[in-house]
């Protein structure tokens, strides 16, 4: 795969939000052979991306300014993304005509559809991509794309998420994306809670935990998150891939989701009363696989 930066077909791209999902992101673009520029609130997390070959520059609108077709963000919240698109330094005042914005922040679906309508005025197409994956999925472009918006848009873009997803997904019109990753973000909540329950059986049971993953991870109860973060919650790892603060905010969508479409969604109302007990005692910042921890205190033991 060519190291060197390259003007593709789409001219250069933009990337903003260099966390733990978008920074190694970022860089699995520079690996593909795009010209990247690039724009983080702390500037050092840019320094690796400019060592590989990115320009950093001072402000979303600066970004925008520089001449990128494709612009990426990814950041936490639906307020985070609101200021990089239409502050006084953000993406509207500077973006040109045919702009596409590929926005992989998890934020409210319809605030992102209210996003896409407010750009299309100025001759940018916003699309909302919520990803899913963890950090290990976007360290190794495996990652699972759930896009929303103009599908014209979504195909222009597409050789681009597949450089960072391993499943992209046309999910429809603007905000479907956002409802796609409410869904997601049920079953990942809902599996680990599973999980979280069958690892306490097995230890207050005197069941090796090791043996137990083993054993059932290839049958139907087999999931991402056990094969994952069952394996940290046996070593007893509580670090980040993605943060409990993080899930909840998420978990915050999908209830809004809920009462506005009445769907009663049971199980998650109570793995959320869960993380946010875990949250309430500072562990906000943990790996969601600290939900084990509760579970620790609520049946006596350690894993």
């Avoid at 230890?203 to 973060?229: F, H």
């Amino acid at each position: 795969m060519s190291t060197e930066p390259k003007e593709c077909c789409l001219g250069s791209v933009g990337f903003i939000g260099l966390g733990i999902m978008g920074q190694p992101m970022a860089e699995n673009l520079l690996k593909a052979g795009y010209k990247v520029c690039v724009w983080n609130r702390t500037e050092s997390k840019c320094e690796c991306l400019v060592e590989m070959g990115a320009d950093m520059l001072r402000s979303p609108g600066d970004v925008a300014a520089h001449g990128p077709k494709v612009l990426f963000v990814c950041v936490t919240g639906t307020e985070d993304v609101k200021e990089i698109l239409f502050s006084e330094k953000g993406i509207a005042k500077s973006a040109k005509q045919g702009l596409i914005v590929v926005d992989h922040s998890t934020i409210d679906a319809k605030e992102a559809a209210d996003f896409a309508d407010c750009l299309a005025g100025a001759g940018v197409k916003y699309l909302d991509a919520p990803v899913s994956g963890g950090d290990v999925g976007a360290k190794a472009g495996t990652l699972s794309i759930m896009v929303g918006g103009d599908e014209k848009a979504y195909e222009t873009v597409r050789p681009m998420l597949e450089v960072l997803g391993q499943k992209v997904n046309y999910m429809g019109k603007s905000g479907m994306g956002q409802v796609t990753k409410s869904c997601n973000q049920v079953m990942v909540a809902c599996n680990l809670m599973g999980v979280c329950e069958a690892m306490m059986l097995a230890k207050k049971n005197g069941l090796s935990l090791e043996k137990m993953i083993e054993a059932v991870s290839g049958g139907a109860a087999g999931s991402w998150s056990l094969s994952n973060l069952g394996v940290k919650i046996k070593d007893g790892d509580w670090s980040p891939g993605f943060m409990v603060k993080d899930l909840l905010k998420d978990l915050g969508f999908v209830s809004h989701l809920s009462q506005v479409s009445h769907a009663p969604l049971t199980g998650t109302n109570m793995v959320e009363t869960l993380f946010q007990v875990l949250a309430a005692e500072g562990e906000g910042e943990l790996g969601t696989q600290a939900l084990a921890k509760v579970y620790e205190k609520l049946g006596g033991f350690e894993f």
